[in-house]
T-cell receptor, first 115, second 115 residues
Framework: DVKVTQSSRYLVKRTGEKVFLECVQDMDHENMFWYRQDPGLGLRLIYF???????EKGDIPEGYSVSREKKERFSLILESASTNQTSMYLC??????????????FGNGTRLTVT | AQKITQTQPGMFVQEKEAVTLDCTYD???????LFWYKQPSSGEMIFLIY??????QNATEGRYSLNFQKARKSANLVISASQLGDSAMYFCAMRDDTGRRALTFGSGTRLQVQP
């Protein structure tokens, strides 16, 4: 089974802090994704990566950056945390094929609170 | 641009009855894939079922089936013989030819199964 591990289940940070959310997958997947989940809005794509050092913006990249130095690890960075970034953050991975049926495999999420 | 619409924020169903969760989508691409995920209160996202745009038959996985009506652009999830453990958030998602490899999610439906 694919395992996607997010380093923290809960995080509490202060406004203005630099925050790192880490994600590791163990199935050699090419694609990795960061979503945020908010009530009534579903999951929204922040960034994704289809290869090491490659990244593309999703629908809501403002205030975030990402890093992928190794294939198995994808980090989400909040350069200066703000209260409107309080949310559940979900990391996912998938095979790097053009097949439409390749599902995303998710981690358990990190609930970030910015005070 | 692609879009997923789930019009039912919450649903109730009696144990052992069937329930249909609605999903409509919007895409101009001829090739696309549709997914359903379950998110229990524990937070993990569980992949349930997939339907491809060219699939001739509706997808089925155990008690889950997908009522795919291509002309109406709908992909409703049917859960037969509901169980208490089916209580969760359910998300419909789509991948199409935009090439981003990510899934676009709807806002979700919270299903509560009553004994």
């Amino acid at each position: 089974d694919v395992k996607v591990t997010q380093s923290s289940r809960y995080l509490v940070k202060r406004t203005g802090e630099k925050v790192f959310l880490e994600c590791v997958q163990d199935m050699d997947h090419e694609n990795m994704f960061w979503y945020r989940q908010d009530p009534g809005l579903g999951l929204r794509l922040i960034y994704f990566s289809y290869d090491v050092k490659m990244k593309e913006k999703g629908d809501i990249p403002e205030g975030y950056s990402v890093s992928r130095e190794k294939k198995e690890r994808f980090s989400l960075i909040l350069e200066s945390a703000s209260t409107n970034q309080t949310s559940m953050y979900l990391c996912a991975s998938s095979l790097g094929t053009s097949r439409y049926n390749s599902p995303l495999h998710f981690g358990n999420g990190t609930r970030l609170t910015v005070t | 641009a692609q879009k997923i619409t789930q019009t039912q924020p919450g649903m109730f169903v009696q144990e052992k009855e069937a329930v249909t969760l609605d999903c409509t989508y919007d895409t101009s691409d001829p090739s696309y894939g549709l997914f359903w995920y379950k998110q229990p209160s524990s937070g993990e996202m569980i992949f349930l079922i997939y339907q491809g745009s060219y699939d001739q038959q509706n997808a089925t996985e155990g008690r889950y089936s997908l009522n795919f009506q291509k002309a109406r652009k709908s992909a409703n999830l049917v859960i037969s013989a509901s169980q208490l453990g089916d209580s969760a958030m359910y998300f419909c998602a789509m991948r199409d030819d935009t090439g981003r490899r990510a899934l676009t999610f709807g806002s979700g439906t919270r299903l509560q199964v009553q004994p």
